[in-house]
Structures are given as C-alpha cells and as structure tokens.
C-alpha cells in the first residue's frame, strides 16, 4: 500500500478538494486554489464560513475518523457494519469506507481516488474474496442514519428496485424495524399529516417490502411494510442538490447528535441564513413534533438545502416518528431553548427561544398557535383514517395533553 494516498471531493461533479491520507491513518483535508479564487463558488457548508462570511481554508489533521463534515456523510450503525463488510473495508477507517461509498453521498458531493478508479486496498487481512468480487458485492451509496436504508428506483408500473450497486436512485427504502412493529407506517403517517398541515414533506409510499426487488442477500428475509421517500437531494432530472444536515453544520461527529446542540442553535442558523418562511417552517416542524411526541428529532434530522448551489434554505422535512408509540418518552432530543422537556415545551420557552435566537417573537408565537390550531383539526378527523394501530393513537392522546402549548391557547 502506498505511504500516500489522495481522493478527489467532487461539489457538482467538479474538484474543489482533496483529502490525503499518509501513514498511520492521518488525513489532511484541503481546498483546490481554484475554488479558493472562485467568488462565485457553489456552497459546501455553513462550517466552512468565518465570521465574515469568508471560505476557512486551515484545518488541523484527523487521524482514523475523518473530519466531521465528511465524517457525517458515512453511514451509522448497522448500515455501517453491513455496507463495510460487503465492501471488504473495516468500518472504523473512514478514509477507506469514504472511498467505497463516495460515488453516491448524500447532496452533491461525490469521491474519487485522484489516481484513477482502483477499489480501496484491503485493510483488514484477507477476506477470501478478490479486488473484482468485493467491487461487485459492496453497494456503493450513502445514506447517513441507523435504520438500514437503500437508494432504489421507481419502476414504470410503480414497483422499487434497488440498483445492483445502489448509484443513482432517486428515491429512499427505509425498511421495516426487526425490533419495533410499524415504524414504517408511523413515518408515512406522521409525515404525511405534516404535509396535510402544510409542512414541506417529501413524497412518501408504504410498499409491501416482498414486491421490492433487487433487495442485497441476506435483507429479503424481511417482512411487513417498507417506506419509501422521495429523495430532496435529487432534482426531477435527477441531478444533485446539495444539502447538508446540523451536524455538519455544527461541526460534531454523528455521536454527538444528541448533545453538542440545540433546537434554538438550529434556529439561529436558520435566521442568519434563511427567510421568514424558514423559520415559520421550523416552528411549525419543532411544534408538531413535540405534539406527538417524537423524540428523535436529533441534528442529523435537521438539514439545510442549496437550491441555487451558494443559498442556504431550511431543507424539507424527514424522519417524523411519534416515538412515544414505541418508548414512552417525556423528553426530546435535543433542549428546545432551556429544556427538553414536553411537559415544558409552552408558548412561554418559545419566547425564550425567539429572544435568545434573535428570530422576530410574534412570528414564532403566531406560526406555534396557527401549527397547534390546525393540529387539533387534522388529527381529529384523520388519526382513524392513518395507518397507526389503536395504542399509537392512544399514546399519542394521552401525551397531547401533557404538552402546555397544546392547551394554552
């Protein structure tokens, strides 16, 4: 193995860095000088931005792990594991599951090896397959998230299929829970009442998991419903889009999800670089998720979307759980302003929050009432029509009527 080696980072199919790694695992990631010199330069990420709004160009060195931003477009857990294994890459260097994985990442990032097409060299010891069997096996997509995950096609007569190496689908499977019943039909049904409130969501289906096909060895043993969404990071011509979620953002690796931010960080962001109608938007998503109960709502399930390549805008919405279905659960994921509690999630912490992110206080109070208004409405006259069994309905009953704004008016 060669003491360096380097990968190409392709925005829009163009070069605009490059990530060396020497020995003993070191990476070193840097801009090309193009896109330094480049005024009109498609945006990577909020992260890279100095408080002038200039392009940071120094960054210290990582070693096994890769920097954070390119950290969080590598799968979590169990995809981890299982997409690692079939590439023949030990899942704890990034470098090398990076190269495996990089020719469909999340938004319009893409990775190449700068000296031509050859798969990542063995790390681990001998597996018992060649360079062309681990090539052929291993998927070669990304889709950050626990839950295993696929990039698939919509067929003509409305069936899924998932590509031979999973490059380029426009659509993800989230496949059913081996642990918890039903979660596929929980998403569809809680993003689906967030659309008929008005929420910018993805298409979403529920598929019989047994008509999707082309489904990798040893998945197809999986029964019940699948869910498949509408990739947002793919255009109707399917070109990318670029996106980017709040870890990245933030700068903290995948493990820090849950404690490094906090839904008033995430709106400061979103009013320093979006629009009124983002921020209602995130007022609408952060009051309909504690209404019912989705403790998930962590910095990777918040993401910022570059329609024009250089704009920042809140993204559309994905992976609404009502969690308390399946864990009964009194907190949320990350702090709203001074608490994570639902039982203290009231009109007056979202004050807190409009104040201490310095978004405009009557549009975050009026956004929470219209959201909880139409809330109420909605959930009423649909709950029985949604594809939730009688205890999530039940669940999420009882805990509508521990969340103050829900009641405060």
């Known amino acids: 193995m060669a ?43 909020l992260n890279f931005k100095d408080q002038l709004g200039g392009l940071i160009t120094d960054f210290r060195p990582y070693r096994m792990r890769l920097m954070p931003f390119l950290s969080n477009l590598l799968p979590e857990g169990n995809m981890r ?28 990032i893409t990775v190449r090896p700068a000296e031509g097409e050859a798969w990542p060299p063995e790390t681990d010891g001998d597996d018992g397959k060649s360079e062309a069997e681990r090539r052929e096996s291993a998927l070669r997509f990304s889709l950050a ?24 689908g426009d659509w993800i499977v989230k496949l059913p829970s081996p642990r918890f019943e039903g979660v596929p039909e929980n998403e569809f049904a809680m993003m689906t009442l967030a659309r008929m409130m008005g929420m910018n969501v993805p298409d979403v289906r529920l598929i019989d998991t047994a008509t999707i096909t082309n489904l990798p060895e040893g998945i197809g043993a999986l029964k019940g419903q699948t869910l498949a969404v509408r990739r947002f990071d793919r255009a109707d011509d399917s070109a990318a889009v670029h996106i980017e979620d709040f870890a990245q953002i933030f700068g903290i ?11 008033r960080n995430i709106a400061q962001v979103i009013g320093a670089e979006g629009t009124e109608a983002d921020i209602a938007e995130f007022i609408r998503r952060l009051t309909f998720n504690a209404l019912i109960g989705n403790a998930d709502m962590h910095l990777k399930n918040w ?14 919405a994905y992976d609404f759980v009502s969690t308390i279905a399946f864990l009964p659960d009194e907190t949320a994921a990350l702090k709203f302003s001074r608490t994570k509690k639902f039982r203290e999630f009231g009109f007056d912490e979202l004050a807190h929050l409009a104040a201490k992110a310095m978004l405009p206080e009557k549009l ?43 009641s405060e008016g």
């Open 145 to 168: 998230g626990v839950q295993l995950k696929f990039s698939a096609v919509l067929e003509r007569m409305g069936g899924l299929t998932i590509p031979a190496r999973g490059i380029g």
């Open 253 to 263: 690796y995948p493990d820090q999800k849950y404690e490094k931010g906090s839904a």
């Open 81 to 108: 594991s299982y997409l690692a294994k079939r590439a023949g890459v030990n899942e704890q260097r990034e470098f090398f599951l990076l190269w495996a994985l990089g020719k469909d990442l999340p938004g319009a």
């Open 3 to 45: 003491d360096v080696t380097v990968l190409d980072i392709l925005l829009y199919g163009e070069p605009i860095a490059t990530l060396t790694r020497v020995g003993d695992d070191q990476t070193f990631f840097a801009f090309t000088q193009d896109y330094i010199d480049n005024p009109e330069r498609p945006t990577l990420s």
């Open 303 to 316: 993401s910022m979307i570059y329609p024009d390549k250089r704009t920042a805008a809140l993204a559309p």
């Open 364 to 406: 975050v109070l009026d956004t929470a009432r219209e959201t909880v208004a139409l809330f109420r409405q909605l959930w009423q006259a649909e709950r029985n029509n949604l594809p939730l069994p009688k205890e999530a309905v039940t669940a999420i009953d009882a805990h509508v009527k521990t969340v103050p704004i829900a």
